[in-house]
Structures are given as structure tokens and as C-alpha cells.
């Protein structure tokens, strides 16, 4: 059986879907700049995150703006954002919603949780107990939440954007290593630059005014676009390359645990939506070199040996891009 | 199985090939060599291939020792001395054992190591193993068996067809540049080796004979005495002087006829065109053949052949009546404008031919006065003709005899006062030519043979007693024995001849005249001077021919530089791409390994001026590399004649020199996609 025959027929994205995706694009990130300051590189992975219907872990420390990148990507998208503030004493019906009783209607009806907007900011995901943390990732790869039985979908785009506290506090559940594979994208903010900081600071400046952000889209529209791009051109050669970067993680001596084959797919998807926010209807090789540690890096899981050597997964990635060689364009 | 099959046939070609050397038993050969290629690659298939070789070289062995046996021959002398009498053979080779066999052992080897090489990968060994049999071949048969290189082509031709068939990495495209550089080379080296073919029969001292038996010269006055004795009768197409022997040495007292005889066929450029005479024997006796000049095979099996004097002899016994038989012989004699022009050569090989012991004054002093004017070899051979035929009277009844004295009174005595003064035969005619032309250095032999005869009835020619005759040759650098004639009234002279008599001897000295008479100079001088003749071809250039070589060389690399390129830009962007990697290549920034394109255009244009224009490149060939549609080249080609600008301006003058010479290039590796590894999915410790 050939590979074509098991692949569903997409409509092939031709240049001016990818124009004008990219004008969305464009759109989106001009928007957030008004809130988010210089920091165009992580807003993109984001975006590439959101319209490959996968899901965001920022890691950083307090305070860079990773609640106020997820609000203002909610204010631009024009759709509902949600806050929870995980802490230990979270209960999953606190993140999906509860069953309660109507005494007026007499009748049993769904309170939905937080998670039901189009971008869920989970801010510090660490600190919940793990039931609570494993019920936003049932919701995140679901898209549904599950109460008595009755199946409640929650909107669509569905985009959790989940922080995490690199520094080991007190009272912390690290989130399970397996279960990162979950995020599609993880990636952190960084301090900002100096002319980005000093801006920030002035006094008077609109930073973090998410209010201020005009809605440039609708959630119909993300919608269209999330279902739209895995129609994108991928050529063949690349295909294999892209798997060959896999299977050289899976082979790396400091590598526990490789990228798994849905990070394989998590991959190709977001590349798709990177080449056509590039304004390419094809993906090249280039764009798997820019993507492939913010999507891949944190789904290894490094030996404890290389960990106490000071490995790190993007290390792993630096190498295995290197090693590989790339499909090049010229003839043969 | 495919591959045992492609060596077979190869090997086949190339003994069939060598088998056309032999005139029988041709399977023999072709079949020494097939069948250890089939029986070690196939065999090998199934048994271990050490056991398989040592059967068919033990079997092989084995059959070689008893064909020897059957046919009486000592194996260890076969296999010695082989070569050297399959050398010596005439050709094509005759039916002996002990000439075939040398053939098929060197077949079955080839064949031993071409099916072993087979067993193991080899795609080398079997075109080998086919030219070193066509070489065998072109030398055995002193390149006379491939006339038009056919055979040759179709050996290349599946050489190449294995190589490209079997091996799909080794692309015809790889192979262009060293093709072109082949077959420069052999435009180049061809017609030179062709100017001065190797023969390895110049090697080889033939097995022979020496023959020495008392010369017929002195016979020809008996059968001009009995000239109507019917001495032999030929059928041919032209009228021929039949030659009987050439006869090389002098005494001083007389010529003997003695010579190296060995079998006929053994040295000799099959390329010539020949033509058949049927002779046939009457009353002409003794061990010579008589036959056309240049022989090249008889229909009689025991007849040797003096490749230098060229004469033909019975190897047993002598001539019958009734003796019948064919000659083969080449047609192509000089024409008389090369001799004319021609030098005599001078040296140790030649002392033979000029040989005069103790050769009175009075002789050499003549041969002087009468060749005073000559410039040429050849003015001074026309002049003793002249003169020797103007000195006297052809008698049948004149003494017989060549010593010097004979030839003193032929030449200087008064007629009528001593039997043989101014009177003589053709041997007197020809010994004294022979003589005089010796004394001023013309190498010189005499030859005994037979006017062409009276018509006999159907379509044959009669040679009576008095057609019998003999006349002197000279030996002419480049061109050979060239026959002259001073018997009066046996020919008529050429239109060459006539214009040399008439000049030099307007003061002509008269035959009579004493060997003191002035030189014959005077008015001839300055024509002379204009017939001196051109000087001998230039040497071979070798510097010119060197400078030749390289500049072919040079132009095969711009050409093979070009046509990449020329590839290069039909194929688009892509191409644009392949290309802009050999200019980095040439500016000596080739990029590492594991960079996509614009990552390296990038660190190009950040890096070398003017380059801007690679990211435009870089950008176009991923559109065509990996873009869903065609992608028109003409965009990405433009900008690679600004990144070429950017790059030739960015190395130093003399580099830039060997810009569209440099061959790397050429090989740039063009690394194919490594093969997937095998996915791992855990190791070691668990989480």
C-alpha cells in the first residue's frame, strides 16, 4: 500500500490562501505588539502553536508578560480568554466546570469551568496537584470537557496557553515529562531587550494596556485557517528529512526518550503554518531548522547521566540538525 | 547470474577475437575461454569457489596434458616456447596442436581469472579479461584483425552497458569527462602509435633454415642456349616477371644464393591489397618456387620464405614437373616519383648489400666517373643502367661467369679480341650494375628470374628457357627493393629515367670511353641542383605534439566545465543552485555540512561583498526544490550572474586565471541522502 493512498486528499493551499493567511498573520502580530514589546520571535511561535491547534508552555520567570501575551492574543483574536491561577489546592472541577443543581429550574445543569474560552492562560501549571494538572491535559487534547456523562465541547480555537516556573519553589508538581509531549510548542519570553525594556519602563507607555488591543479577527476565521493549512505543500525529501531529525534524537547516546511519532506529526503541522506565515506555500528546510527546538526540545528526556553533565535537550537538537544533512536543492 | 553472463560474453567477444588468428579449430579456443568464466561463476553458486576453480583449472589441465600426449607434443615445450612460435607462424595460423594449444591455455586462463573475479563483485575483471584477449589478438595478428575497430567498439560498447547496467551510481554523466579525456588521448597517441605500429613479430628470430646452394645465375646462359624448353606456365591477371631468388652475397668471384628460409605468412602487413597467381611447374628444377614479388602464402604447405631476400623455397626436395600451386602476393609497389626521391640508408644491416671484397681499383674508379653527376640515389642508379646497357651487346653465347675479372673484360675490353668483351648475358649485365652500384655505396642485390613469357592457351603464359633473366635491385629507405634493369632490349626506360639520362649525359661519356674521361658535368649542374631532393620529413614534434596534448587537455576541461554548466541551467533554479555551490567551491567556501540554503546565503552576503544576490538563489532553488509547482529558472539565473560577478571579484588575479579551468568542480561530491537509521526507542534506565 502506497503512502498516497493512505493520506486523506487535501486541498492544496495555493499562494493566495498563504497571502492572505499571512496578511491574518500580520494582523495578529502587529496587534499584540501594542501590548507585548520585541518580542515578535515568541509571538510567532505562538500563532504557530494556535493555528496548528496545538497549545503553548511558556516557561519563564514572573513577570516577563506571559499573562499579558496570552490576554492580548485572546483581545486580538476577538474571542473569550480565561484565567486560572493553579495552585495546590485546585480541583479539576475548578479548571472543566461542575454539575450543580438549579433550585429554580429544579433540573441538574453544567457549570463550565474556566476552560471553556479560546485561550486559556494556566498560569503557573506546576503548582497544582498532578489530578488537576492531568484534567487540563485531557481538555487540551480532548477539546471536550466530560461531566456526568454529557460531553461539552469546549469553543473552537481552543488555545491553552500554559506558564510554568522554571525555579524549583516550595509546594510544586513538576509537570510529567511524558506528558509535555502534550504542548505543542514550548518556548520561554526572555527578558526583553535594552531599547524594549527602557521603552516599557518610560513612564506612560501602553505596555500591558490589553485593553487597548482592537479585535482583528474572529474565531471563525482562525478556525478556517487552522483547517485550512494542512493542505500546505510538503515536499517528499523533506518529509524523510524531517523524519531522519527524528530518528537522530531517538539515537542520540544522551537521549532517553526520542521525539515520538505524534511529535513527528506536532512537527510537520507546525511547519506547515511557519512556511505559509513565512508567505510560502511550500516548506523548506530552513523552517525545520527554526522550529525543531522550540517543538521538539522539551518532548526528550535526557539520560540522568547527560543531565548531571549538563545536557541539555537543545543541545541534543543543535546536534542532530547538524548531523543530518540537508536535502539540498541542487540538482542531482 | 546477470553478471556471470555479461563477463562470458565479454571473454567471448574478445577469444573470438583471438581465434580468428587460427584458421581451424576456432571453437576450440573460444570455448578454452567461455567456459571457465560459466562453470567458476555459476559453479560457484553452489559450492565453495576455491573447490570450483581447482576442478576446472585441474580439468582444464588435464585435457591440455592429454592433447599434448595425442599429438607427441612435450607440454613443458608448448607452454615455453608457444608464444614465440605462434610469433613466428604464418598466418592465419595453421592446423598444429602444438600452435593451438599455446592459444586456448592463454584463453583459459583469462577465463580461470575473469569467472573468479566474477564470483566476487569484480566489474573490472571481465573487460580485462576481454582486452587483454583482443590485445593478444592484435598481436598475434600484427593488428590485422580489426581492421575497422569494430569488434573493438562492441567490447567498449558492453564494457559500458555492464558498468552503467550493473552499477546505476556510476552515471553516464560522471563518466563524460573521461570519456572525452579517453578518446583526446587516443586521437592524440593513435596516429602516432599507427606510424610505428608495435609488431612483437620483429621480436621473434623465426625458426628457419639456412639454405646455400650454388646460384642459378650461371644457368642462364643454358637455358638462353635452349630457349625453347618450356621451363614453367603461369595464369595471373597481369603479365608478371616471375623471381626465382635474389641473390644477396658476393665473393668477388661469384654470387651465392643463401638465405634464412622459415614458413611463409610470418612477417607481413595483411593490410595490403594482394593478388592470386596459379603457377605451374615444366622443366624448371632445383629448390626454389618461382613466384610474383612480395609473397604472402602458397597453397603448398612445405614452403619456407626468406622474408629478406624474398624468395620462396621447398622445404624438402626439389621442383617436379607438373608441380601446381597458388601465390598470394601485395600489390602495392612504389610508385617510381617516391623513389626518385628517396635516400639509400647506410649502416651495419645494410653492410650485406655493399659488400665488395677487395674490389679492384679500375671498377670502383668507373662506378665514380659515371655517377660523378648524380645527386640522387636514384639519378646514380639510372646512370649505371644507362651506362651498363649502352656498354654492351647482349649475346646467349657469351662466357658465363661474375668474377671481377669477367666483369673487367664485359666492361673495359675491346670487342672482338676476347671472347665476352662488350658481350654477355643478363648475368653479366646485372653483376656488373650490382658491382658498380655497390662501389658507390647503393645497397644491392641481384635477382634471378623469368621475363613474363609468351601467351599459352587458355588465358596461361608460357615461360620458354629464353625467358629466363636477372636484374639488380636496390634497396631505397621507406620504400624497399626497387628493380632496375641494364640488359639491353629487356625493357624500355620510364619517362623518369629518359629526362635523368638526357641531362647527365648530354657530355654523355660513351660506354667505349676510358674510365679517365672528364666528369660527366657541365650544363646538367644547375637542373641538378633543382632535383636535389626535398628534405626528409621534419622530425615528430614532440615539444608541438606536448603543447598539443595540453592544450587538448585544457580544452577538454573547459568543455566538460561548460557543459556542466550548460546542464546546470536547464535545470532551472535548481541548477542555479548546483552551480552557485562550484563557484563557492572555486572561492573556496564551501559550505559545512548540515546548513539549509538560506542559511548559508545568508552567510555569504553578511561575509563577501556584492553578494546580496544568493539569497535570491538560495530562496528560488527551495522554491523548486521543495515548492509544489515548476519553477522558471530565469529569476534565480539572474541573480547567480551577479553572485558569479560578486565571486570573482572577491578572489585574486591569479586565481581568477584557472576560473573556468579549475576541474574540481567536476567532482564535487554530490552526497546522496543517507539511508534511514534504525529507530531506537528506549535505552537504558527507565523513567
Request: net charge neutral; aromatic share 6%.
Amino acid at each position: 500500500m502506497t503512502a498516497a493512498t493512505q493520506t486523506q486528499v487535501l486541498n492544496v493551499v495555493g499562494e493566495r490562501e498563504v497571502a492572505a493567511f499571512r496578511q491574518l498573520h500580520t494582523r495578529l502580530g502587529d496587534a499584540l505588539e501594542i501590548a507585548v514589546r520585541g518580542k515578535r520571535s515568541i509571538v510567532d511561535l505562538v500563532l504557530v502553536a494556535l493555528f496548528a491547534g496545538g497549545h503553548v508552555l511558556i516557561e519563564d520567570v514572573p513577570g516577563t508578560g506571559k499573562t499579558t501575551l496570552a490576554r492580548s492574543l485572546a483581545a486580538a483574536l476577538g474571542g473569550v480568554s480565561r484565567r486560572v491561577q493553579f495552585t495546590p489546592d485546585l480541583l479539576p472541577s475548578d479548571v472543566t466546570g461542575t454539575t450543580v443543581f438549579d433550585a429554580r429550574t429544579s433540573q441538574v445543569a453544567f457549570r463550565p469551568g474556566p476552560v471553556f474560552a479560546n485561550v486559556v492562560l494556566a498560569d503557573e501549571i506546576n503548582r497544582a496537584a498532578a489530578k488537576t494538572q492531568s484534567a487540563l491535559l485531557e481538555v487540551m487534547e480532548e477539546h471536550t470537557v466530560t461531566a456526568d456523562g454529557v460531553a461539552h465541547a469546549v469553543p473552537d480555537p481552543f488555545l491553552v496557553i500554559a506558564t510554568q516556573n522554571p525555579i524549583d519553589l516550595e509546594g510544586t508538581y513538576r509537570l510529567p515529562e511524558a506528558q509535555l509531549d502534550r504542548f505543542m510548542i514550548r518556548t520561554t519570553l526572555g527578558y526583553p531587550e535594552l531599547a524594549d525594556e527602557l521603552a516599557v519602563m518610560r513612564p506612560g507607555d501602553r505596555a500591558g494596556a490589553v485593553q487597548e488591543i482592537p479585535a482583528v479577527t474572529t474565531p471563525a476565521e482562525v478556525a478556517h485557517f487552522v483547517a485550512l493549512l494542512p493542505g500546505l505543500h510538503f515536499a517528499e525529501p523533506l518529509l524523510a528529512y524531517v523524519r531522519e531529525i527524528g530518528v537522530a534524537t531517538r539515537t542520540d547516546k544522551r537521549v532517553r526518550l526520542g521525539a515520538s511519532p505524534r511529535a513527528m506529526r506536532a512537527f510537520v503541522r507546525c511547519l506547515q503554518v511557519y512556511a505559509a506565515a513565512q508567505g510560502r506555500h511550500y516548506v523548506v528546510p530552513n523552517d525545520v531548522h527554526r522550529l525543531a527546538e522550540p517543538v521538539l526540545a522539551h518532548r526528550l528526556l535526557l539520560t540522568r547521566r547527560s543531565l548531571l553533565d549538563g545536557e541539555t535537550a537543545g543541545g541534543v537538537i543543535t546536534d542532530a540538525l547538524a548531523a543530518v544533512d540537508v536535502p539540498s536543492p541542487a540538482v542531482r | 547470474m546477470t553478471r556471470v553472463v555479461w563477463a562470458a560474453l565479454l571473454v567471448g567477444v574478445g577469444a573470438w577475437q583471438l581465434s580468428l588468428t587460427w584458421s581451424v579449430d576456432r571453437e576450440l579456443i573460444i570455448a578454452s575461454a567461455v567456459l571457465p568464466v560459466v562453470l567458476i561463476g555459476l559453479g560457484a553458486r553452489l559450492l565453495p569457489a576455491p573447490a570450483v576453480t581447482f576442478t576446472v583449472v585441474g580439468l582444464g589441465a588435464v585435457g591440455f596434458y592429454v592433447m599434448c600426449v595425442r599429438n607427441g607434443l612435450d607440454p613443458g615445450d608448448v607452454l615455453r616456447r608457444g608464444v614465440p612460435r605462434l610469433l613466428a607462424a604464418p598466418r592465419p595460423v595453421p592446423p598444429e596442436p602444438g600452435l593451438l594449444l599455446p592459444g586456448a591455455t592463454f584463453g583459459f586462463v583469462t577465463g580461470v581469472w575473469v569467472g573468479l573475479r566474477a564470483v566476487s563483485s569484480g566489474l573490472i575483471a571481465a573487460p580485462v579479461g576481454a582486452v587483454a584477449l583482443y590485445t593478444g589478438a592484435a598481436l598475434l595478428g600484427s593488428g590485422g584483425t580489426d581492421p575497422k575497430g569494430f569488434v573493438a567498439a562492441a567490447l567498449v560498447f558492453l564494457a559500458a552497458a555492464g558498468w552503467v547496467g550493473r552499477n546505476p551510481a556510476v552515471s553516464l554523466r560522471r563518466l563524460a569527462p573521461a570519456t572525452v579525456a579517453a578518446v583526446g588521448v587516443a586521437l592524440l597517441i593513435g596516429p602516432i602509435a599507427m606510424a610505428d605500429a608495435f609488431d612483437p613479430r620483429r621480436l621473434v628470430e623465426p625458426e628457419g633454415r639456412h639454405l646455400r646452394q650454388p646460384s642459378p645465375l650461371a644457368k642462364i646462359a643454358a637455358w638462353h642456349r635452349q630457349g625453347d624448353v618450356e621451363l614453367l606456365r603461369y595464369t595471373s591477371g597481369r603479365d608478371e616477371r616471375l623471381r626465382l631468388v635474389a641473390l644477396t652475397n658476393y665473393t668477388g668471384a661469384s654470387w651465392s644464393a643463401e638465405g634464412r628460409y622459415r614458413r611463409i605468412g610470418t612477417v607481413s602487413d595483411p593490410r595490403q591489397r594482394t593478388a592470386d597467381i596459379a603457377v605451374s611447374i615444366g622443366a624448371l628444377e632445383g629448390p626454389w618456387l618461382p613466384g610474383p614479388a612480395r609473397p604472402l602464402a602458397v597453397s603448398l604447405s612445405d614452403v619456407e620464405f626468406d622474408s629478406d631476400s624474398g624468395s620462396l623455397a621447398l622445404r624438402d626436395g626439389v621442383l617436379q614437373p607438373g608441380l601446381s600451386y597458388r601465390v598470394t602476393s601485395g600489390l602495392d609497389g612504389p610508385t617510381e616519383e617516391a623513389v626518385a626521391a628517396a635516400d639509400v640508408p647506410s649502416g651495419a644491416e645494410m653492410r650485406s648489400y655493399v659488400e665488395l671484397p677487395s674490389a679492384p681499383a679500375t671498377l670502383t674508379a668507373y662506378a665514380q666517373t659515371i655517377t660523378d653527376g648524380a645527386k640522387t640515389a636514384y639519378e646514380k642508379a639510372v646512370s649505371l643502367e644507362y651506362s651498363i646497357r649502352e656498354s654492351g651487346r647482349h649475346d646467349p653465347d657469351a662466357p658465363s661467369g661474375s668474377s671481377y675479372a669477367r666483369l673487367e673484360t664485359f666492361l673495359f675490353g675491346t670487342a672482338g679480341t676476347v671472347a665476352g668483351a662488350k658481350e654477355g648475358t643478363a648475368e653479366q649485365f646485372a653483376s656488373a650494375f650490382a658491382v658498380l652500384a655497390r662501389a658507390v655505396g647503393l645497397p644491392t642485390r641481384i635477382v634471378v628470374g623469368f621475363a613474363p613469357g609468351t601467351p599459352g592457351d587458355g588465358g596461361t603464359r608460357v615461360v620458354h628457357g629464353r625467358d629466363a633473366h636477372a636484374w639488380p635491385e636496390v634497396y631505397f629507405s621507406g620504400i624497399g627493393w626497387y628493380p632496375f634493369d641494364p640488359t639491353p632490349a629487356a625493357s624500355t626506360p620510364s619517362e623518369t629515367r629518359l629526362e635523368i639520362i638526357n641531362r647527365l649525359f648530354q657530355q654523355s661519356i660513351r660506354p667505349s670511353a676510358a674510365p679517365s674521361s672528364a666528369p660527366p658535368m657541365a650544363a646538367g649542374g644547375e637542373q641538378v641542383e633543382r632535383r636535389v631532393p626535398s628534405p626528409a620529413t621534419a622530425a615528430p614534434g614532440y615539444p608541438l605534439l606536448a603543447v598539443g596534448i595540453a592544450l587538448l587537455l585544457l580544452g577538454s576541461l573547459i568543455l566538460a566545465r561548460r557543459l556542466r554548466t550548460v546542464r546546470h541551467r536547464r535545470a532551472g533554479a535548481a541548477g542555479a543552485w548546483a552551480e552557485l555551490l562550484d563557484v563557492l567551491l572555486l572561492i573556496g567556501r564551501s559550505p559545512a555540512r548540515g546548513q539549509p540554503a538560506p542559511v548559508i546565503a545568508a552567510g555569504l552576503a553578511a561575509t563577501v561583498p556584492m553578494m546580496d544576490a544568493v539569497l535570491v538563489v538560495a530562496d528560488e532553488a527551495d522554491r523548486a526544490a521543495f515548492g509544489p509547482g515548476p519553477v522558471p529558472g530565469d529569476v534565480a539565473w539572474r541573480a547567480m550572474r551577479r553572485v558569479q560577478h560578486a565571486a570573482r571579484t572577491a578572489i585574486p588575479w591569479h586565481r581568477r586565471i584557472f576560473w573556468y579551468i579549475d576541474p574540481r568542480p567536476l567532482f564535487r561530491s554530490q552526497r546522496a541522502g543517507r539511508l534511514p537509521r534504525t529507530p531506537v526507542h528506549f535505552k537504558g534506565e527507565m523513567p
